[in-house]
């Protein structure tokens, strides 16, 4: 995900679990548990999708990423992902963008592009009655988009206000200053949604080398839900796929450890109130230790309402309006991020707080009770991540583009259950390093000085 994306959902997390809760209870369990996510890999076209039939209703969800995302945009044409992302629903093939929109809307199709920073993704959503259409419609947009004057000119406008109100947003504004101290001299660095000057360098040629170079099949994870059987979905694999290039441009980002030494800057602004990013080094996804991380993180920052991190800063000073740091992964990196909000006044025992909560635990560790609670709830919410088609089909990418095995879903949890106190707490004292954690403020904090 790019800089901003990476922090903003941190904002909603909570929340956003607790509407999970609610929803699978409404829904009486309608939804099959993960165990019961039967998955077939299914192969047409030189490409390979991973289905999960659901004959209920007659809806069909695929889901879709292209390996290289923001990150491959040229230095100077940073956006360039994204405006290929925002254009290609914008007409194809014979279709020019009022046609390709009047196509999708009449059938009730649903086509959908973002980037971020180490994909460009794809959703698409349908009625059994359209499948043929929808799919036809996702390979136009794939193999033949127009780019025509119009529609560029009009999404690049677009691009670029929101690249400028982006620069009035707290949390963006730190966002963007914490991965530019983090990646200083790596494309991780830079801002990944481009900005007003970046946007407008974009040509229409850079636009079509994107697709050319990127849109590749050996590049290409799919995720199939819904109403469709195998051998259909082996057919539009073929129609949809199939004309695709076999491979693009090469690609050559470097893996690089999160430049993180305790960096602190500040983005001075008008508001009463400081908006708080900092992060430090994290664990790759196919680090051994990644599901005791996932575990301490968890104690230490990620658990909604338990978390050592909110108790110490919210519930007990009540300093903050939110507080929270998650694992980020990335696919050359790999970062603890977090994101607080809290008055100014208040912004450096904030900090000061957040760096004692980081030193307990790297000395004490944690109890036998926070290890139960904490595996308790990673396995217990797992099934709310399938509650819907679209959940299980973006599941279904990211196990292929993290390369996690089929067999994923099944072992998930038994690998959270081994995780040992002894795990967690050598991963605490080895990993940990509140020294290091950098922190990037938009406000005007009291009690705090910039390095940076």
Same mark, same amino acid.
């Given at each position: 995900m790019t800089g901003a994306r990476a922090v903003a959902p941190l904002r909603r997390a909570a929340t956003a679990l607790l509407v999970l809760a609610l929803t699978l209870l409404a829904q009486g369990g309608q939804r099959p548990a993960h165990a019961a996510v039967e998955i077939?890999?299914?192969?047409?076209?030189?490409?390979?999708?991973?289905?999960?039939?659901?004959?209920?209703?007659?809806?069909?969800?695929?889901?879709?990423?292209?390996?290289?995302?923001?990150?491959?945009?040229?230095?100077?044409?940073?956006?360039?992902?994204?405006?290929?992302?925002?254009?290609?629903?914008?007409?194809?093939?014979?279709?020019?963008?009022?046609? *390709?929109?009047?196509?999708?809307?009449?059938?009730?199709? $649903?086509?959908?592009?973002?980037?971020?920073?180490?994909?460009?993704?794809?959703?698409?959503? $349908?009625?059994?009655?359209?499948?043929?259409?929808?799919?036809?419609?996702?390979?136009?947009?794939?193999?033949?988009?127009?780019?025509?004057?119009?529609p560029v000119e009009r999404v690049r406008s677009q691009l670029q206000a929101r690249a400028r109100t982006a620069l009035e947003d707290p949390d963006v504004v730190a966002t963007r200053a914490f991965f530019a101290l983090a990646f200083p001299d790596h494309p991780y660095g830079r801002p990944a949604s481009g900005t007003a000057?970046?946007?407008?360098?974009?040509?229409?040629?850079? =636009?079509?080398? *994107?697709?050319?170079?990127?849109?590749?099949?050996?590049?290409?994870?799919?995720?199939?839900?819904?109403?469709?059987?195998?051998?259909?979905?082996?057919?539009?694999?073929?129609?949809?796929?199939?004309?695709?290039?076999?491979?693009?441009?090469?690609?050559?980002?470097?893996?690089?450890?999160?430049? $993180?030494?305790?960096?602190?800057?500040?983005?001075? $602004?008008g508001s009463p109130q400081s908006a708080i990013v900092f992060g430090q080094r994290g664990i790759a996804r196919d680090h051994p230790d990644y599901y005791a991380a996932t575990v301490l993180a968890h104690i230490l920052a990620s658990g909604p309402f338990t978390s050592r991190l909110y108790q110490e800063v919210r519930e007990k000073r009540g300093l903050v309006y939110t507080v929270y740091a998650r694992l980020t992964p990335l696919d050359h990196s790999s970062l603890i991020l977090g994101l607080a909000g809290t008055v100014n006044e208040r912004a450096g025992e904030t900090i000061a707080v957040i760096r004692d909560v980081w030193s307990a635990v790297r000395r004490d560790g944690v109890s036998e009770g926070e290890l139960a609670d904490a595996k308790t709830y990673?396995?217990?919410?797992?099934?709310?991540? *399938?509650?819907?088609?679209?959940?299980?089909?973006?599941?279904?990418?990211?196990?292929?583009?993290?390369? =996690?095995?089929?067999?994923?879903?099944?072992?998930?949890?038994?690998?959270?259950?081994?995780?040992?106190?002894?795990?967690?707490?050598?991963?605490?004292?080895?990993?940990?390093?509140?020294?290091?954690?950098? *922190?990037?403020?938009?406000?005007?904090?009291?009690?705090?000085?910039?390095?940076?």
């Open positions: 077939q890999r299914v192969s047409g076209g030189g490409v390979e999708a991973w289905l999960v039939e659901d004959h209920g209703n007659p809806i069909i969800t695929a889901r879709i990423a292209f390996r290289g995302g923001a990150a491959t945009d040229p230095p100077g044409k940073e956006g360039l992902a994204e405006m290929v992302s925002a254009l290609l629903d914008e007409g194809a093939g014979e279709l020019d963008s009022a046609a *390709f929109q009047g196509r999708l809307e009449e059938r009730a199709i $649903t086509l959908r592009f973002e980037a971020d920073l180490d994909a460009l993704r794809g959703r698409l959503e $349908t009625l059994t009655e359209n499948r043929d259409e929808a799919f036809a419609l996702l390979r136009r947009a794939l193999a033949e988009p127009r780019f025509d004057a119009e000057e970046s946007l407008a360098a974009i040509t229409a040629d850079d =636009l079509r080398a *994107f697709v050319r170079g990127r849109l590749v099949r050996d590049r290409l994870v799919i995720g199939v839900v819904g109403d469709i059987d195998a051998k259909e979905l082996s057919r539009l694999l073929e129609a949809t796929f199939g004309g695709l290039p076999e491979t693009g441009a090469p690609t050559a980002i470097a893996d690089v450890p999160p430049a $993180t030494r305790g960096q602190v800057a500040i983005l001075p $602004t990673l396995t217990g919410s797992f099934p709310l991540r *399938f509650t819907s088609s679209g959940q299980i089909a973006a599941i279904l990418v990211s196990m292929q583009l993290e390369e =996690l095995g089929i067999d994923y879903l099944e072992r998930r949890n038994g690998l959270i259950d081994a995780v040992s106190l002894a795990d967690v707490d050598r991963l605490a004292r080895d990993s940990l390093a509140p020294e290091a954690l950098t *922190f990037a403020i938009a406000g005007s904090p009291d009690g705090v000085e910039a390095t940076h």
